[in-house]
Structure formats: C-alpha cells, structure tokens
C-alpha cells in the first residue's frame, strides 16, 4: 500500500512538466556499456568504491532517523574515495505489514549496473562487528525532496529552465526503475538531488519481494526509450547470474513480470498517444 508520501511524490511526478514538454533534446543511442546517469559521482570507480566499501573500517554510526527503516550514517576515516556510508540491517523478513530486507538494497544496485542507470548508488554487504548488512555509498551534497519543499509537496522543479527537460526525463527514468524492481515504498524522503539537478534513488529494502504492483502505473505517460531498450534486454539468466546470492529464484522471476508488465502499458499508450508521443530520448 503506498504511503501517503508515496502518493504526494506520485502525483508531483506526474504533474512536473511531463504531459506538457513540447521537446525534448535528442541525442544518438549509447552504447550499452554508456551510463545514462553519467553525473554520479562514482561512475568509473564502481569496483574501487564496492572494495572499499567492503573493507573500510567504521569510526562511529549514528542513526539518520529517516524513513521507517532508520538507516545508520557511519563515518570513515579521512583520505578515501568517500566520506561516509549508510549502513542498513535489515533482516530479512516481514516489518510493519510489509516484506523488508538489507539484501534488496544490494540487489537494486546490481540491477542499475546491468542497465548502466546510475541512480542507485554502490551498495554492498558488509558486516559491522556480528552483523551483516547493506553499505551504501553517501552520496554527498545532496538534498531530498523533502528538503526542496516544493510549493506542491512533491518533484521539486528546477529554478535553471535550461534544465527542466532533462529533470523530467530522470523522474520518468527513477519511474521506470521504481516499475522494474517493484519498489513499493517510493517516497519524498528517498528521492534526492544535488545542486546540478542530478536525480538520485535510495532505499530499496522494500523492493524486489515479488510484488508486480508498479506504484507509478497510473503516472507513467513518457518512456526512456534508451532506458527501455536496456530493460528488454534483461534475461532471467542474467539476472539469476547476478542476483542469486541475494534474492530467490521465484522473486527473481517477478522481476521479468514486471518489466513485462510495463511493456503491456507501453504498448497501450502507444496504441493511444502515437509512438512519437510516448518515447523520449534525451542526452545527458
């Protein structure tokens, strides 16, 4: 059930300029090994930034007293290649009438690698003293849509025009990833941005339980074209070969229902807007 957060950002989303761009900027496809999001901070450092994660040693935690997991931001020592981390500890299991579990924050993150995404920053197990859990990188410098306060409750907008079109293609984009894991608990809080309008998703732990519900189906009127083509070429053998260590074969399954799923409304807007009207393609 979406939170009444979830149902605010929803409805922001849908009403940010989506409907209404008359343009959008064009750009020749990139290749597959070409991140969408190629503003993220740790593009070109993912397997450094992973090792590291893993192994670097935590000076002090202190809980963030966000969201209803309640992450712990941990600081690291100085010198690295980031400042901090969010740890999450998670088991996994049934909490507060919803299917939660620190290893879907760690599958997500497998899943924006596949699709050369960038919105979901590396996410990694660790293990702090006796117990395992999700290390994800803190992305710094950032704000959530909480934070912006939009007059709307919701998507904050951009006061730089010039980077208004961009903005909605990476609503529509954090969408479309939302649809595809089957994130259940979208929200203001977990939606953030930095001063240059780069868009980033945290907070997956409630996502890939094998819900094909998408949140946003009822919002969802632009596609990513690139971004669409890079999900319909997910296999369930890769994505068994990447996620298996964290999520079962049958939710794993639910993955490839759901982008099915999405594929079934794709093809009805479609049939209803015109195929020029539905796809978007945007360079970054």
């Known amino acids: 059930m979406p939170t009444r957060r979830t149902i605010a950002l929803l409805t922001a989303a849908a009403a940010c300029g989506l409907l209404s761009l008359p ?16 503003k993220a901070p740790w593009i ?13 040693e935590i000076v002090s935690c202190k809980a963030t007293g966000e969201g ?19 740890f999450k500890d998670i088991p996994p299991g049934p909490k ?3 299917m939660e579990s ?22 990694v ?10 290390a994800v990188y803190w992305i710094e410098g950032t704000k959530n849509f909480n934070d912006l306060g939009a007059k709307n409750g919701g998507a904050p907008t951009p006061p730089d025009p010039a980077k ?18 089957d994130n259940q608990d979208p929200n203001l809080g977990n939606w953030l941005t930095n001063s240059d309008w780069t868009l980033f998703i945290i907070d997956h732990s409630r996502a890939l339980h094998g819900d094909t519900t998408c949140v946003h189906d009822k919002t969802i009127n632009h596609i990513d074209k690139e971004l669409w083509e890079r999900m319909q070429a997910l296999t369930l053998a890769d994505l068994t070969t990447h996620l298996s260590p964290w999520m079962d074969k049958s939710d794993i399954k639910a993955v490839i229902t759901s982008r099915d799923n999405l594929g079934k409304k794709i093809d009805a ?16």
């Open 102 to 123: 620190y290893k879907s924050e760690i599958a997500a993150y497998e899943i924006d690698k596949m699709l050369h995404l960038g919105m979901v920053p590396p996410t």
């Open 23 to 38: 343009h959008f900027v064009r750009a020749q496809a990139a290749d597959s090994g070409t991140y969408l999001n190629n």
């Open 96 to 98: 507060d009438g919803a």
């Open 44 to 56: 070109g450092h993912e397997t450094e930034i992973e090792t590291a994660l893993k192994n670097v």
């Open 68 to 86: 209803v997991t309640h992450p712990q931001h941990c600081q690291v020592p100085p010198g690295g290649l980031f400042q901090s981390l969010a």
């Open 125 to 134: 197990e660790k293990q702090v003293k006796k117990t395992k859990g999700a």
């Open 269 to 284: 807007l479609v049939k209803k807007n015109g195929e020029a009207n539905v796809f978007i393609k945007a360079g970054g």
């Open 164 to 181: 208004q079109a961009y903005w909605n293609i990476q609503l529509t984009r954090a969408k479309m990833f939302d649809c595809l894991v």
